[in-house]
T-cell receptor, first 114, second 117 residues
Framework: DGGITQSPKYLFRKEGQNVTLSCEQN?????MYWYRQDPGQGLRLIYY???????QKGDIAEGYSVSREKKESFPLTVTSAQKNPTAFYLC?????????????FGSGTQLSVL | AQTVTQSQPEMSVQEAETVTLSCTYD???????LFWYKQPPSRQMILVIR??????QNATENRFSVNFQKAAKSFSLKISDSQLGDTAMYFC??????????????FGKGTLLTVNP
C-alpha cells in the first residue's frame, strides 16, 4: 500500500538527549513536511523540503534539525536545545505540480519527556 | 502573515442532524486554497474538503459542503446527516497558491465535534 510511515508511534526522551523521528513515504512525492501539534493548538510547521538535499525552516524550527538525503525519507531530530519537546509530531508529503496543495499525512509520533 | 481562526472550541450534534463549523481567515493574498481536515481519535489527519479561492462555486464532498465567502474571509463547513463516525477534531487550514510551489499550511486551533446517538 502507498502511504507515509512514521515510527515509532511513541517515543520518550531523557533530558539532554537527542532523538530522531522517522518518516518514510512511497508515494513518489517531491515535498515533505514536519508539523508539531500541541494540545488545544493547530499544527505548526517545523521544517519542509521540496527536493532532495534541500530543506527550509518553518515557523518553529529552533531546537530541531532535518535531513533529506533520499526522496523517500525525511527524518526529524529533536535536539537537547528544544526545551519543550513534548508534542505530537506529524509528517506529511505532497506531489509537485498539479495537486501539490494536497498533503498526505502519516499517523504521527507522540514524543514525551521522561 | 496569514491567520486562521476557529471560534468554536467544541460543538455537539445529534445523529442525522446538520451542523455548521465556522472558520475565518486573514490574508492579503488573492489566490489561495482553503481546507477542512478531520482528526479522529486515531489522530490521523484526513482531508475532508478543499476550496480554491478563485472558484466562486462552493465545494461539496458527499455530506460535506462549504460556504465560502471570499469578501468576508469566511469558510464554514456544513456536515449533513451527521454520523457517529464524524466525531473528531476539525481543523480549518489555509495555503497560499504560488503556482506549484505550495508548501505551508496554516491551521486554526480546531473545533471538537461530538455526534451524539
Amino acid at each position: 500500500d502507498g502511504g507515509i510511515t512514521q515510527s515509532p508511534k511513541y517515543l520518550f526522551r531523557k533530558e539532554g538527549q537527542n532523538v530522531t523521528l522517522s518518516c518514510e513515504q512511497n508515494l513518489n512525492h517531491d515535498a515533505m513536511y514536519w508539523y508539531r501539534q500541541d494540545p488545544g493548538q493547530g499544527l505548526r510547521l517545523i521544517y519542509y523540503s521540496q527536493i532532495v538535499n534541500d530543506f527550509q525552516k518553518g515557523d518553529i524550527a529552533e531546537g530541531y534539525s532535518v535531513s533529506r538525503e533520499k526522496k523517500e525519507s525525511f527524518p526529524l531530530t529533536v535536539t537537547s536545545a528544544q526545551k519543550n519537546p513534548t508534542a505530537f509530531y506529524l509528517c506529511a508529503s505532497s506531489p509537485s505540480g498539479p495537486g501539490s496543495e494536497k498533503l498526505f499525512f502519516g499517523s504521527g509520533t507522540q514524543l514525551s519527556v521522561l | 502573515a496569514q491567520t486562521v481562526t476557529q471560534s468554536q472550541p467544541e460543538m455537539s450534534v445529534q445523529e442525522a442532524e446538520t451542523v455548521t463549523l465556522s472558520c475565518t481567515y486573514d490574508t492579503s493574498e488573492s489566490n489561495y486554497y482553503l481546507f477542512w481536515y478531520k482528526q479522529p481519535p486515531s489522530r490521523q489527519m484526513i482531508l475532508v474538503i478543499r476550496q480554491e479561492a478563485y472558484k466562486q462555486q462552493n465545494a461539496t464532498e458527499n455530506r460535506f459542503s462549504v460556504n465560502f465567502q471570499k469578501a468576508a474571509k469566511s469558510f464554514s463547513l456544513k456536515i449533513s446527516d451527521s454520523q457517529l463516525g464524524d466525531t473528531a477534531m476539525y481543523f480549518c487550514a489555509f495555503m497560499e497558491n504560488s503556482g506549484g510551489s505550495n508548501y505551508k499550511l496554516t491551521f486554526g486551533k480546531g473545533t471538537l465535534l461530538t455526534v451524539n446517538p
